[in-house]
């Protein structure tokens, strides 16, 4: 079916830098994201990762075009080579990431040393629910600019039925917005507290 969908894919005159950056961030946020969703078994979530795989697969037919039309001696050749590599190393991660969210897809029970292995990692995931008394409502994520202030990052927002993956700066949080989180253990109960309205300043 993948094969089939890639057939259909267009040529479109997109610089291979471009692709190649956009698909080693995707593959980064979808292991955070594979990791989140079957800590908190979250199906949708799951959903979303399945998703962004084939938002990679599509980028990949995408760079494997332009690269091909780029080629025009040996010294071309020679550094495409090179990018195909790193792109076909992307994919593989994007592969990974949505192997783990099919755990959760399948409803298949999560191995012990996975749960042990994601908790002690020096960066964790983890997550929050905006409340209502939050110094956090209403606020941009540019105005709390929280990997700077306290050291973690909002990766993922679930707003109603909605996950939006990789919030931009302009995303304006709202009373009952879900959020997963990136950082230091610390960090992350910082920032629960200030989604609760526990702690009333972010700094």
Known sequence: MLEDELREIEYQPIPVRNLIIEMKNLSELMIDLAYSCVLFN????????????????????????NASLAVRDKDDAEQIAGIMKA??????????????????????????????????????????????????????????????????????????????????????LQKGDRVIVRGASESIEKLQRLATGELEEIA
């Open 42 to 65: 979250d199906g949708d979530l799951a959903e979303e990762v399945m998703g962004l795989e084939k938002r990679v697969d599509y980028l990949s037919y995408l760079l494997l075009m």
């Open 87 to 172: 792109a076909s190393s992307a994919n593989k991660i994007s592969d990974a990431a949505a192997d783990i969210a099919g755990l959760v897809v399948r409803n298949i029970g999560i191995p012990k040393i996975l749960q042990q292995a994601i908790n002690q990692a020096e960066e964790i995931v983890g997550r929050a629910v905006i409340r209502s008394k939050s110094i956090l409502v209403a606020k941009t994520l540019a105005e709390i600019n929280l990997e700077e202030e306290i050291g973690c990052d909002i990766i993922a927002i679930k707003r109603k039925v909605k996950w939006t993956i990789n919030p931009p700066d302009s995303w304006q």
